[in-house]
């Protein structure tokens, strides 16, 4: 009986994948709207196989395309271990691939090529150091440390960059030397580390001009950390100052101005309110050239900032597998959308004092969820200031009954008043009572002479209370 190719290939991919979510990974069932091509060409450098790498390990329709690409992608470079990496999940995922067999050749070739260079450069830099001269040690630790990065030795390739910092004597030095560490840490996921070292990219004393051409990567980097950190609020105001999308865009080795675009208005909506999402967003004139780039999630944001929620969330329902296969984004999704459905529902019952259970189920519900279920957690979490009449099927807003909060208000006032009064009362006795204890005067200290005691200061207050109450009687 001969074999079914199609079948087998369709046990390897169910095979690759319940391996994938064994490990933890997210798997993408439906097609993305991307095109891979399109999308991958927005990127240069490791960010490319690591982009690629991802998709081919998450989405079912686009996993050999992906994972075919990411091995000729690595093969293009030094860094053997991704080859192999790349390698290992296409063997799983495509064994009958020409992809899927190992080039131990150009492995063999790469890594001795690795090591020649690395001593080579190491060589260099010794010759350098006993020349003493500054700016020759300063570019062999950078060549060194460039050389260490693209081999994928991320460790000695930071030890080589930080070395550079003694030698750094302008601020275009200076900053070259924060971009290399930031730029090992972003490969890393250090994003405390990221955090502490992005203002050293923007040393003091920069011209104008300097900080224009600066600002997008600070801005850039700053917000993937705040977003790997879950600061989302901090990341959306990071990603809305990135400034000029064209510089933005040379720094395609950490992310496009597409993706500034999308992570920018997501975590604007997730994060903002309607009329700061007005004026920041849409209302900005630096984000808007970057939301040209992405018409949906302008799109999304109008529909929220005008109360379409329903709409709203349903464009960006339609985009959630090609977040689902972002690189920075992808462990973030399920929870900013969760956050972006509790606002929208939050702002639609704002103008209700009840609303029925199925009016929300036309609204908001999903088909494989249950709407009441969501509600609940809402208003156990504190998100949502409503109750559920389950016999009537309503949804009934607790009034916040401004005469009840008046009426409080006096009564903490009136205990107020009475703490205050007996406090008083405790004074003025404790005074006529002579039971305050008395200090002996210091001498000579700061040239005015003794200070009033507390009884002087009592009675002074007696005197004054007793002078107020005669003037009132009369």
């Known amino acids: 009986m001969a074999s079914d190719p199609q079948g087998q290939q369709h046990r390897h991919l169910l095979a690759f994948f319940t391996t994938m979510e064994n490990q933890g990974g997210v798997i993408v069932h439906d097609v993305p709207k991307m095109d891979l091509e399109l999308y991958i060409s927005n990127y240069k450098g490791h960010t490319r196989v690591d982009r690629l790498l991802l998709i081919g390990q998450s989405s079912v329709p686009l996993c050999l395309e992906a994972l075919k690409a990411a091995v000729l992608e690595a093969k293009k470079g030094k860094d053997v271990q991704r080859y192999r990496d790349a390698w290992e999940c296409i063997r799983l995922a495509g064994p009958n691939e020409p992809e899927a067999q190992y080039d131990d050749a150009w492995a063999h070739a790469t890594t001795k090529s690795n090591n020649t260079i690395t001593h080579q450069l190491e060589a260099e830099l010794k010759g350098y150091k006993n020349n003493l001269v500054k700016e020759s040690i300063r570019i062999g630790h950078r060549d060194l440390g460039e050389h260490l990065e693209s081999i994928g030795n991320l460790d000695a390739a930071v030890d080589a960059y930080i070395k550079m910092r003694p030698d750094a004597s302008t601020i275009s030095h200076i900053i070259d030397v924060g971009k290399h560490v930031v730029s090992i840490m972003l490969q890393k996921r250090d994003w405390a580390g990221i955090l502490s070292n992005v203002n050293k990219i923007m040393p003091p004393n920069m011209t104008p001009a300097e900080i224009e051409a600066e600002k997008p990567y600070e801005k850039m980097v700053a917000g993937l950390a705040y977003l790997g950190s879950e600061k989302y609020a901090e990341a959306a105001k990071c990603f809305l100052d990135t400034g000029n999308p064209a510089i933005c865009q040379l720094y395609n080795d950490v992310a496009s101005s ?29 984000f808007r050239n970057y939301l040209e780039l992405e018409p949906h999630i302008r799109k999304a944001v109008s529909m929220f900032v005008n109360c379409r929620y329903a709409a709203c969330l349903e464009i960006l329902e339609r985009y959630r597998a090609d977040y689902l296969l972002d690189l920075y984004l992808q462990k973030h999704v399920t929870k900013i959308f969760s956050l972006i459905r509790e606002k929208c529902i939050v702002q639609y019952l704002l103008p209700f004092s009840c609303v029925t259970l199925d009016n929300m189920n036309t609204v908001f519900g999903k088909t494989d969820e249950s ?9 156990k979490s504190g998100v949502l200031k409503a109750r559920i009449n389950t016999i009537d099927r309503l949804l009934v807003m607790n009034s916040s009954e401004p005469r009840v909060a008046m009426q409080l208000h006096a009564l903490e006032t009136v205990k107020k008043y009475e703490r205050e009064a007996l406090e008083r009362i405790r004074r003025m006795n404790l005074a006529a009572a002579d039971l305050e204890v008395k200090g002996t005067p210091r001498k000579g200290v700061g040239g005015a002479g003794s200070l009033p005691g507390l009884s002087e200061i009592l009675l002074d207050d007696i005197a004054s209370e007793q002078n107020l109450g005669i003037d009132n009687i009369s």
């Open 371 to 379: 709407l009441e279920a969501e509600l609940v957690s809402m208003i």
């Open 258 to 286: 597409n993706d500034v675009a999308t992570y920018g208005g997501l975590l604007a909506l997730a994060s903002m309110e309607r009329d700061e999402l007005q004026r920041r967003v849409l209302d900005n004139p630096s």
